[in-house]
Nanobody
Framework: QVQLVESGGGLVQAGGSLRLSCAAS????????MGWFRQAPGKEREFVAA????????YYADSVKGRFTISRNNAKNTVYLQMNSLKPEDTAVYCC????????????????WGQGTQVTVSS
């Protein structure tokens, strides 16, 4: 069982930056691939970024590539999402998710989800 708690969301102007954190419980965190997903009002939850259990492989949605960076610190059981050059269309609830071993960008592959943190980007 893995419990996930996100933090770091907030209100920021377009062009600004935020760093999201996702703290995980459990001693086997280092064997879980981690992902970030987001859901805007009236839209489906979509993939943002994912990182392999070792941190050696990362994947991004085209819409955030070059602006967002996913990373992890297995010693701290934490995964991060650094978001730069934010745009109003990045406004959404951001959730982290965990799945055993193999990393994917498919929402349904993930077993554990956090409650999410709101990110609002004003124009």
């Amino acid at each position: 069982q893995v419990q996930l708690v996100e933090s770091g969301g907030g209100l920021v102007q377009a062009g600004g930056s935020l760093r999201l954190s996702c703290a995980a419980s459990g001693r086997t965190f280092s064997r879980y691939a981690m992902g970030w997903f987001r859901q805007a009002p009236g839209k489906e939850r979509e993939f943002v970024a994912a990182i392999s259990w070792s941190g050696g492989n990362t994947y991004y949605a085209d819409s955030v590539k070059g602006r967002f960076t996913i990373s992890r610190n297995n010693a701290k059981n934490t995964v991060y999402l650094q978001m730069n050059s934010l745009k109003p269309e990045d406004t959404a609830v951001y959730c982290c998710a965990a799945k055993w071993l193999a990393v994917t960008h498919t929402r349904s592959d993930y077993d554990y989800w956090g409650q999410g943190t709101q990110v609002t980007v004003s124009s």
